[in-house]
């Protein structure tokens, strides 16, 4: 969960006036941050929705944070099914909040008995071979 801060309203910085904007006019001020904060609180929200969702269909589920660089931080999903997905997040602090949020257990790697779970169709072998061949 994000963390929060008591703000004391009598305890305005010199910069930003009683409105909430800054000295020289320009909107923001305070507000900024508290705005992206929640933004950042809805998309974990929305994405926990998502992975309980996807783990009520598969039997439950776990997975793995994958940092993506500025596209942001995948999650990998792997029901116990062996049916798997992902979900991409715009930070990777959003998406270690919607994994707890959703109680999804996460692994450091993608190997072992975790990766052993994850059952490829068709689609997958075919895709697979056609890298392979040049396809």
């Not at 933004?39 to 997975?63: T, V, Y």
Request: net charge neutral; proline share 3%; hydrophobic share 35%.
């Amino acid at each position: 969960m994000a963390e929060t801060q008591q703000v004391d309203p009598s305890d305005q910085s010199d910069e930003s006036g009683e409105d909430g904007r800054a000295e020289d006019g320009r909107a923001g001020g305070k507000r900024a941050p508290d705005r992206r904060a929640a933004r950042a609180e809805r998309r974990a929200a929305r994405l926990a929705r998502s992975i309980a969702s996807f783990a009520r269909r598969h039997g439950g589920a776990e997975g793995r944070l994958s940092y993506l660089g500025q596209a942001g931080t995948r999650i990998v999903l792997v029901g116990e099914d062996g049916g798997w997905g992902d979900l991409v997040a715009p930070t990777y602090d959003v998406a270690r909040v919607a994994a707890e949020k959703a109680g999804l257990t996460l692994h450091e790697s993608f190997d072992g008995d975790f990766a052993a779970k994850v059952r490829t169709g068709p689609y997958e072998w075919k895709r697979m071979a056609g890298i392979q061949l040049g396809g």
